[in-house]
Nanobody, 122 residues
Framework: QVQLVESGGGLVQSGGSLRLSCAAS????????MGWYRQAPGKERELVAR???????NYADSVKGRFTISRDSARNTVYLQMNNLKPEDTALYYC????????????????WGQGTQVTVSS
């Protein structure tokens, strides 16, 4: 029973910045991977960035150098700092986490947030 809640989306002008947050709550033992995905109207969902428990990060080519993913393990929270935003960044951004929810079981589960809208105007 885990819930992910995103926040920080909004309307911003091209070149501006936003910081997205996603906090997980519930039965959590260990989070393995945290990530952000986005989906624009008429397009497929795509990976934006992810960070592992070892702080290894990956970014989509389209956001490299502009976005930074980070985490706060103590608060089960992942952030996405988005700088130099472009109109093509407009999308619904989803938080994603893969985790172990039980102290003893090896089974891993993936959870999704409800999404937060990011709109970038020209």
């Amino acid at each position: 029973q885990v819930q992910l809640v995103e926040s920080g989306g909004g309307l911003v002008q091209s070149g501006g910045s936003l910081r997205l947050s996603c906090a997980a709550s519930g039965s959590i033992f260990r989070i393995n991977v945290m990530g952000w995905y986005r989906q624009a109207p008429g397009k497929e969902r795509e990976l934006v960035a992810r960070i592992t428990s070892s702080d290894f990060t990956n970014y989509a080519d389209s956001v490299k150098g502009r976005f930074t993913i980070s985490r706060d393990s103590a608060r089960n929270t992942v952030y996405l700092q988005m700088n130099n935003l472009k109109p093509e960044d407009t999308a619904l951004y989803y938080c994603n986490m893969n985790m172990n929810t039980d102290r003893y079981l090896e089974t891993r589960y993936t959870y999704w947030g409800q999404g937060t809208q990011v709109t970038v105007s020209s």
